[in-house]
Structure formats: C-alpha cells, structure tokens
C-alpha cells in the first residue's frame, strides 16, 4: 500500500526558509516520478516542482532559484528546500507521485499526501 505523509510545514515571515519532507512508503521509489503542488484558499492546485526517475528536475517559474527538490533515497524521502519565500507561496502543499512519469499533468499522480500547510506572513 502505497503511502505519502508530508510535514516541515509551518508559519514562517517573507525571505524565511522551509523545508518540506514526503515520506514514502510501498512502492520502489526510486522507480516512481515525484512533485509537490500546491494549493492557496480560493486557487485551484498548481505544481511547483517534479524530479523524475532519472532524477531530472523540474520547476514552475515562480520558485526558480528558490525552490530545491531532492530525493534521499536511503530513507526513501521527498524534500522541497524553499529559501526566500514569498506571502505569494502560502498555500497547502501535497506531494504526490506515480510510475508513469505524467509531468505536470496532475490527474496523472495515483498517490497524494495528506498536504501540510505552508504560511508566510509579510
């Protein structure tokens, strides 16, 4: 059974740091495409940012050279490093994951995490 659990959210004040961790388990993730959207009140959920299997990475535009996404793949982790963080940023943020390397094309992600909340006060 495949499970995501995310946390390191929190509240944190513009130009703050935080770093997001997805816990995977039931599945060989090194084999599965992974990404963390997000979604603000009232906003439909967006990406933020994938690594493929290959470990490619990828990010919408407004986290470029804010954002980092890694993978630990001894302790089968997700992260997003976000330096500079911006009010704008503030949001729930999922990661999600599937085999099929579907890109930003959400309903392509079987699995999703329960999302932690994000806020950053200006």
């Known amino acids: 059974q495949v499970q995501l659990v995310e946390s390191g959210g929190g509240s944190v004040q513009a130009g703050g740091s935080l770093r997001l961790s997805c816990a995977a388990s039931?599945?060989?993730?090194?084999?599965?495409?992974m990404g963390w959207f997000r979604q603000a009140p009232g906003k439909e959920r967006e990406g933020v940012s994938l690594?493929?299997?290959?470990?490619?990475?990828s990010y919408a535009d407004s986290v470029k050279g804010r954002f980092t996404i890694s993978k630990d793949y001894a302790k089968n982790t997700l992260y997003l490093q976000m330096n500079s963080l911006k009010p704008e940023d503030s949001g729930m943020y999922y990661c999600?994951?599937?085999?099929?390397?579907?890109?930003?094309?959400?309903?392509?992600?079987?699995?999703w995490g329960q999302g932690t909340q994000v806020t950053v006060s200006s």
């Open positions: 690594i493929a299997s290959d470990g490619s990475t």
């Open positions: 999600a994951a599937d085999v099929a390397c579907m890109g930003w094309i959400q309903y392509g992600y079987a699995y």
């Open positions: 039931g599945y060989t993730f090194s084999r599965y495409c």
